[in-house]
DNA sequence: CTAAGGTGATTAAACGATTAATCACCCTCT
DNA sequence: AGAGGGTGATTAATCGTTTAATCACCTTAG
């Protein structure tokens, strides 16, 4: 703004007008009493001036600067795109920018770049919280993505449901010998998604789990997994708990030459790029990032309108809930949905593929977002 | 800052102290003529206070901001991340925030997204623009990374120099047919990519290009590339423009069977996070980012600091650079380095293969950033 | 002894919008 | 006709910081 700034203010507009700055706010924003004739005159003199209003003085004056922070444990994480696309969109309808903070690094660091976008009087923060780190009360509305299981967690995508959705798939296609494949125990997404997957398995089904922090903290960072081992223990399923592992496991079961999806099937999470253009096309379970971002950037913006509600922590007669300027309440998990391609395919090989394996394609099964009752309803009978 | 933003400015601070907020304001910055006793007495009892200066307030007197706009063609771009932290780091270093905008769809949607930058009072933007779409001045320093044969180019990635990496690093395998995959043609980046591995094959190599657009356009989206009837004409190695191409490649290669790196090798562009946990792991060449954010950053801030430099076009004695607010007259190239996997063998097969094509895994030849002249100098000879 | 110069602080005017308070004026009702 | 009410505008304060201008005071030189 400084320099090539046109400095057509609302001065300017007054004075070429001959009547007052306070006439010709009231005019833009039609609050005062203005004529309507006079208001009109004055947007058609703002428009043909080019008058853009100063959003840095108008949140001087209102106190609200109009900018949201987004914070991200790692922007270089392959999801972010999407996040920060879904995000910016939802604050860009509602008339917010979004200001970025990376927190790489420790959970200082998180603290750092939040610290940060507070210094910048961003009206809110949606964050992604890093592994194991709370967040506490920032003195602005805050909304938080990163599942349901997380304490103070806003919204975010039902991972356990997702990983209901890949479980009742692979069963339907017969498979009963599973592999979890995540990257640490820690995380609460992935705890949810191995979680919701498990939750579906029936009493003759059985899994292993492999975490591959543990496993390259023994063999070393890109280490072969040694997918063909457990193969040949009879394993004809990788559920990984998202699609960077997936793709990991596909392209070493293919140099192995293990045959997906004949041999076995491999599935993925979160539909990242890559995951329709590898061959062949990666079966994965889908977030609705729109949807997502909607509730995160709505949350805040119920919260800044509910207006300043300066009643520190007293006054709380109730004495249930402390009054945080934390946007709470609303702990809304949105559905997955099933995004079927080709590397998942009916169980094969001696596992005793039941016959209805090879009943696959249903029709009507391959369509997005969908409930899997009907095929899972007989193996729900086995839940614990 | 509006609800919670504990109250202290610098007025409670200079009431406190029985000073004027100006004396506080010289003090803190270190401008005016302050004791020294009682500028630390200031420092000391801010400190205490917990005080946190005003960027808005401090934006409107100034006329900064301090906040830079970031423009992607896509966020959604599996390169963005990179880019995004790499600039976000860059211009945190440099005490400056990062907003955000996407001008996903149209180039109209790049209008707009800077339109809302502007609108927020941004010092500067660094663009990643849309294929064809020039940017006129927009009234604000903006710092262009794209290619350096794009016109009004700030700074990028030296495109042609990582395809000669890439084509000499194939060379000296013994390669002389290459499939040259890209995406579309009207790309800048990618045409540097290609004119720079194709400025280094010698007379008796082959090469044909593939245009996935093309392709895709006849084929289907995600359709198969057909790579298999290339590798029967006799191609050894396929180089694509981008990581996602060469996955696309790579995997299309496994699942029919072929060999990598055995029959034939596979390369990729921009070390994209996949590429080190696939197998075998693709050989690529990386950016750096942090130069590349660093400079186009730079170029902001030596534009902002240089003062408004108002003389609108006028005054220009020389008359030959017309003065626009541009960041101009750096068009930095950043050498990339290649990032040897394993996805590149020697070439075999009956094109051909000279001796010298066995006499691979050179020793010191895996290290990141390196020339390759020695490999090449003979080759280069036949250059046209 | 007084003018000049230096030092360390204060005053006050911005920056550009918002908004409560005020004012001038006209109209209507009793 | 005077009170009361509505209308359409203006005035002026305010947000928190920066900064040019000013001021009071002290020192030193002529």
């Known amino acids: 703004m400084a320099n090539t ?56 004056r209102t106190g609200r600067s109009g900018v949201f922070g987004l914070v991200l444990p790692d922007i270089a994480n392959p999801l972010f795109p999407r996040i920060a696309q879904a995000i910016e969109h939802a604050a860009a309808t ?32 949606v964050i992604v919280p890093r592994f194991g780190t709370r967040i506490t009360d920032l003195g602005c509305p805050v909304s938080v993505i990163d599942s349901p299981s997380t304490p103070g967690n806003t919204v975010s995508a039902d991972h356990w449901q997702g990983g209901q959705l890949i479980a009742d798939h692979l069963l339907s296609l017969g498979h009963r010998h599973f592999a979890f494949v995540g990257h640490t125990p820690l995380s609460n997404v992935q705890g949810d998604r191995i979680g919701g997957m498990k939750s579906r398995l029936p009493k003759d089904a059985r899994f292993e789990t492999m975490w591959i922090d543990r496993i390259e903290a023994e063999r070393g960072r890109g280490c072969p997994l040694g997918v063909k081992d457990l193969v040949a223990r009879g394993i004809t399923a990788f559920a990984a708990t998202n699609d960077l592992h997936a793709l990991r496991v596909l392209t070493e079961l293919q140099q192995a030459g293990v045959k997906v999806p004949e041999d076995v099937s491999v599935t993925g999470f979160d539909d990242l790029v890559w995951s329709s253009v590898v061959t062949p096309g990666l079966t ?36 249930t809930a402390p009054k945080r300027a934390v946007a709470v309440g609303r702990a809304d998990r949105v559905a997955m949905s099933l995004v079927e391609r080709q590397t998942t395919g009916p169980a094969a090989g001696p596992a005793g593929g039941p016959a209805r394996a090879q009943a696959n394609n249903f029709p009507g099964d391959d369509a997005g977002a969908h409930s899997t009752s009907s095929l899972t309803q007989p193996l729900r009978r086995n839940e614990p």
């Open 5 to 60: 700034r046109s400095a057509t203010n609302m001065t300017a507009i007054a004075d070429a007008l001959g009547v007052s700055a306070a006439t010709v706010s009231n005019a833009l924003s039609g609050k005062g009493r203005v004529s309507p004739e006079l208001a009109e005159k004055i947007r058609a003199k703002a428009e043909e001036m080019g008058y853009v209003p100063s959003q840095t003085a108008r949140a001087l």
């Open 94 to 125: 509602a008339g917010y920018g979004v200001l970025i903070a990376d927190s790489r690094g420790d959970s200082a660091a998180q603290t750092l770049a939040i610290q940060r976008l507070l210094e910048r009087d961003v009206d809110g923060i």
């Open 284 to 319: 994965t379970v889908k977030q609705d990032m729109a949807a997502i971002a909607d509730i995160a950037v709505g949350a805040l913006i119920d919260v800044i309108e509910a207006g300043p509600q300066d009643a520190p922590v007293a006054e709380n007669a109730s004495g």
